[in-house]
């Protein structure tokens, strides 16, 4: 699985806790984690959802499948807020 | 000063400072003070990144305040960027006033809350703009033509960077030419958008005026203006330009008391100036209170008025900015009909009766 680019309209910022997301078309903020956030840039930069879950078990202690479950429902969650382009 | 007060001061300054311990008590009195001063996002941000970790409560708090902060001030950059677009398209320029033209001196969005953004419309451009913000969405506030609402962010207009056109007494205190402020101006970049903001020495003396009008109400202001005094100065440039517009004395005062009582190490021509043009001592007395009352108090007039030469000059702009013309009164008043713009001179006078009794009774209080 690989994440899709951001919509090219939205606002993104690192946080000290994580990320924004100001979406202006729907008037909406989305603030993620620190897990979240290194989802999202990593995404951004091109990087498949295996090797997303390979950089979280890495960083934190997380079982491989575990991460990469939870990876896979993030980038869901980003494309059904309608965050990336279509 | 209770030493909650004076720490949650110096660690927004960004100073090395105790934090409260295992002491609930302590951190509820850090936790009062950081949201008075409207610093828990800024405070969050300082400890987060230099991994202290916080009770779980003041943790949700100043995160929650972060967050809002930055949300909000995205939001209004977004609107902002739609609106100076509408503005270049139909060949208006505006500069971005401090504070958000202040926020790259800040770590990030989430840090500096501002209720609004102010815009210094181009010579002889300003009575275009409401009708073209209005075209965008954006609606102006009953009484205030140049106060533009629209989607998370509020304009506030101006023709000239002090409002000495609304307020003419204020001239008496200092002037910000329009046409000079305009020649000087410089680019910078807001969160990637590109605004066209003050150039130096007028941001330093803008920063300084507003804070003095204001009485120091917010602590960030005092960051504002360090940091522009941090920036790349000609200090030559800014004294002459200081003692130009007639703004040196309010620039004196607001560096004073970032020397004393804050402490901060200012620039050594900020020393330098502070030390050869020492303040009159009822600048000195009034400059006491003001910090004292912070973020309450209404010095600002006051110590304004301090530092303007002769009664006469003194008393026009104590009058002037008192009671300005019948328009701006009724702003003062809004509920007020406009039939009834003389009464609204009485109330005023009724207003300052009771403020000052008020600040007398914690004068009294105090000593």
Known sequence: ?86 | MSSGRESVHGLALGAVVDLPGPDPAAWTRWAEVAAAEDLEGLLYHRCRSAGLALPAEVDQRWGRAYRFTAARTLAALAELERLLAALAAAGIEALVLPGAALLPRYPDPGCRPMDDVDLLAAPGTAAAIPDLAASLGFASVPRHPTLLSGRGLVVDLHDDPLNSDRVSGRRMGGYLDPAEVWQARRSRRLEGLPVQVLGPEDEVLYTAAHAVRHSFRRFTWFLDLEGTLRADLDWDSLRQRARHTGLERVLLQAMRLLREPLGRDLPAPATAWLDTVPLTRWEGVLLRQAFRDRPAGSWGDFLWAGGIAGWGRRCWFLAGTCFPRPAVMLQVFPRLPAVLAPAAYLLRLGQLAWRAARQLVVLLRRY
């Open chain 1, 1 to 86: 699985m690989r994440p899709g680019a951001a919509r090219p309209d939205l606002l993104c910022r690192e946080l000290v806790d994580g990320a924004m997301l100001y979406d202006g078309v729907h008037q909406r903020v989305h603030h993620l984690n620190e897990t979240a956030a290194l989802v999202w840039a990593a995404g951004q930069r091109g990087e498949t959802a295996t090797a997303i879950a390979a950089e979280l078990c890495r960083r934190y202690d997380v079982p491989a499948e575990r991460a990469r479950e939870d990876v896979e429902a993030l980038l869901r969650t980003f494309a059904a807020s309608d965050l990336l382009a279509k």
